[in-house]
């Protein structure tokens, strides 16, 4: 029974994986800021043959995320899976945006993650075993126009995930990253965060993906996320459609990154709206 440790688990992608670790025996700790992680994972331990347990703490909190590692070990003797999946989606046109919409997405979805990572690894290493699982996006390979925060903190976890990989391998750890294309989850109709200001120019997020993709439910890639960590893949793409647009990106950088940018800008001038 491998003790895992999952953030972001109270919904989407997160809450999928944890239900299917679970189905698979796992012992998973399941993190999350929303205190509904306590009703979810108590659910999900009904279910067996492996065990959930809830800890409600925000990745943005270093010691709280230290808090959860400490204890899983304390408790387990070992933490065998890290999965580092909270995350925010941040967009709008960069020249609205504030530093606090920058600083969301750089604290969620960068620097939860580096939390973990601290948090996690050296006891992986000590213990001379483990899986860190870092959750990046197709946009942490390929441009997302109107989403630069999002892109770039997206970039980032790729670069740290493939550069810890190669250090990590030699103290028996094994690091992945997880780039999905666009899976439907409440992210995607939040478009930002609530508590941040309103931008003057609104995007309609679900409207603008799916222009060019159509979201798929977050179960329908969770096989494919197992498979890769089963595999020890360092990059996993998901569902086909990701595979498909790295593949385009791969052979034609410019001429992709170009056509994302027009079509998206092309929908923005027609969909946005102005706010009183």
Same mark, same amino acid.
């Given at each position: 029974?491998?003790?895992?440790?999952?953030?972001?688990a109270?919904?989407? %992608?997160?809450q999928?994986?944890?239900?299917?670790?679970?189905?698979?025996?796992?012992? *998973?700790?399941m993190?999350?800021?929303a205190?509904?992680?306590?009703?979810?994972?108590a #659910?999900? +331990?009904?279910?067996?043959?492996?065990?959930?347990?809830?800890?409600?703490?925000?990745v943005?909190?270093?010691?709280?995320?230290?808090a959860? %590692?400490?204890?899983?070990?304390?408790?387990v003797g070992?933490v065998?899976?890290? *999965?580092?999946n909270?995350?925010v989606?941040? @967009? =709008?046109?960069?020249?609205?945006?504030?530093?606090?919409?920058? #600083?969301?997405a750089?604290?969620?979805?960068?620097? =939860?993650?580096?939390? =973990?990572?601290?948090?996690?690894?050296?006891?992986?290493a000590?213990?001379?075993h483990?899986?860190i699982?870092?959750?990046?996006?197709? =946009?942490?390979?390929?441009?997302?126009?109107?989403?630069?925060?999002?892109?770039?903190?997206?970039?980032?976890?790729?670069?740290?995930?493939?550069s810890?990989?190669?250090?990590?391998a030699?103290?028996?750890v #094994?690091?992945?990253?997880?780039?999905?294309?666009?899976?439907? @989850?409440?992210?995607?109709?939040? +478009?930002?965060?609530?508590?941040?200001?309103?931008?003057?120019?609104?995007?309609?997020?679900?409207?603008?993906?799916?222009?060019?993709?159509?979201?798929?439910?977050?179960?329908?890639?969770?096989?494919?996320?197992?498979?890769?960590?089963?595999?020890?893949?360092?990059?996993?793409?998901?569902?086909?459609?990701?595979?498909?647009t790295?593949? +385009?990106?791969?052979?034609?950088?410019?001429?992709?990154?170009?056509?994302?940018?027009?079509?998206?800008?092309?929908?923005?001038?027609?969909?946005?709206?102005?706010?009183?």
């Amino acid at each position: 029974m491998r003790s895992v440790v999952l953030t972001g688990a109270a919904g989407g %992608i997160g809450q999928a994986l944890a239900s299917a670790m679970v189905a698979r025996g796992d012992r *998973v700790v399941m993190v999350d800021i929303a205190p509904d992680v306590q009703d979810i994972a108590a #659910q999900l +331990a009904t279910t067996g043959p492996g065990t959930a347990k809830a800890a409600v703490a925000d990745v943005r909190d270093s010691a709280a995320v230290q808090a959860v %590692i400490d204890r899983v070990v304390a408790d387990v003797g070992r933490v065998d899976v890290l *999965v580092n999946n909270a995350g925010v989606l941040v @967009t =709008g046109y960069t020249d609205e945006l504030t530093l606090g919409h920058w #600083q969301r997405a750089v604290d969620v979805n960068l620097n =939860g993650v580096i939390h =973990g990572v601290h948090a996690a690894y050296p006891a992986m290493a000590a213990q001379g075993h483990g899986h860190i699982v870092n959750m990046s996006a197709l =946009g942490g390979l390929t441009p997302v126009t109107l989403g630069v925060p999002y892109a770039t903190t997206a970039h980032a976890v790729v670069g740290l995930s493939l550069s810890l990989r190669g250090e990590a391998a030699a103290r028996g750890v #094994q690091v992945s990253v997880v780039c999905p294309a666009v899976v439907d @989850t409440p992210m995607i109709d939040a +478009a930002n965060p609530p508590d941040l200001p309103a931008l003057p120019t609104r995007l309609p997020a679900r409207q603008a993906i799916e222009r060019r993709h159509r979201p798929v439910p977050a179960a329908a890639v969770v096989q494919d996320i197992l498979t890769g960590m089963d595999r020890d893949q360092a990059i996993i793409l998901t569902p086909r459609s990701a595979r498909t647009t790295w593949a +385009a990106m791969q052979r034609a950088p410019l001429v992709l990154a170009s056509q994302l940018a027009k079509d998206t800008l092309r929908w923005a001038r027609r969909a946005a709206t102005t706010q009183p």
